[in-house]
């Protein structure tokens, strides 16, 4: 990972912008034209199946839903990828950094999880991979877009504001008894 | 098998450790075990020591994988060199590409230790 940016204790800001979305998003979203049926996404459940197929296979303990009433979650540790191509958008992952760490800890089994460096690699490549699934599971998004490189920002004062505006859609989980969300922001 | 000298390409130092974990558990007595965080750094390696086999991310800075492996079929000692690239990008246009470029294989992240094991097993067995 090359980027981390710190967020405490000032309050930080971060505008992110994404290409216009081109010709092949209408394939994904809508009718390409009267002859094709619409196809409708479900980006809630895909971006949740992302990320459960994640935490099953590399991190080696489920997600599960949320208990309700759902307690206060103030998370301090995010990172993010972006989408740029025939569909632009964000994809973000918070949580605690202590659920972080727990993460790391899971990921690297019985090795030394080390330094705090640790937590935010781990954390932004598990990002990293659930946009990757997350992408490989919409049809034709596979090759027509690319995945920025995971930025990791962690402090409990910012504020993530993204320059898609567009569609946005969360999930919340819970790991090992602690809450974790993932989301998408598409572009309008 | 035979002991064998791997090297490991990633930008994320977690992502090196749970791919040299996936290979001892996959079986391969490993003699040595060296780690870049890009392409560029790996060419240096490449270049300075004997490997048996090269696992490398597509998406890191400096010099991303895909022209990792093409600079890498230029060096002589390692033209033969099995690559399995192991990346999020998982659509078919990265996989032929990645493949016309020199690469041996392909595993989609996230992956398990048994998927290292079904690729990698056959590249060194020749």
Known sequence: MDQAITAEPERVRIHLSARAAGPGAQAVGK????????????????????????FDVMVGAPLTAPPEPRPPFIPDFAAMVGIAGSMCGLVNLRTTADCAR?????????DEV?????????????????AGSFKGRISGLADGCALSVPTVIFGRDFTLFSLARGEHYEVTFEFEGKLLSVSLDLQG | ????????VDDSSVMRKIVGRSLRQAGLDLVQ???????SEALSLARENPLDLILSDINMPLMDGLEF?????????????P????????????????????????????????????????????
């Open chain 1, 31 to 54: 009718a390409a034209d009267a002859k094709q049926p619409v196809v409708r996404i479900d980006w809630r459940e895909e971006l949740a199946k992302a990320a459960g197929e994640v």
């Open chain 2, 83 to 126: 690559v399995v690239m192991i990346t999020t990008e998982a659509g078919e246009g990265h996989v032929v590409q990645a493949l016309s470029l020199g690469a041996s294989g392909y595993i989609r992240k996230p992956f398990t230790p048994e998927q290292i094991k079904e690729r990698v097993i056959p590249l060194l067995r020749g």
């Open chain 1, 114 to 130: 080390g330094a705090a460096e640790a937590a935010q690699d781990a954390f932004g490549e598990v990002c990293n991979m659930i």
């Open chain 2, 69 to 81: 492996v093409r600079q890498l079929r230029g060096i002589e000692s390692a033209q033969h060199t």
């Open chain 1, 102 to 110: 727990s993460i790391t800890a899971k990921m690297l089994g019985g």
């Open chain 2, 1 to 8: 098998m035979k002991p064998v000298n791997v090297l490991i």
């Open chain 2, 33 to 39: 075990v060296l780690e870049a965080s890009n392409g």
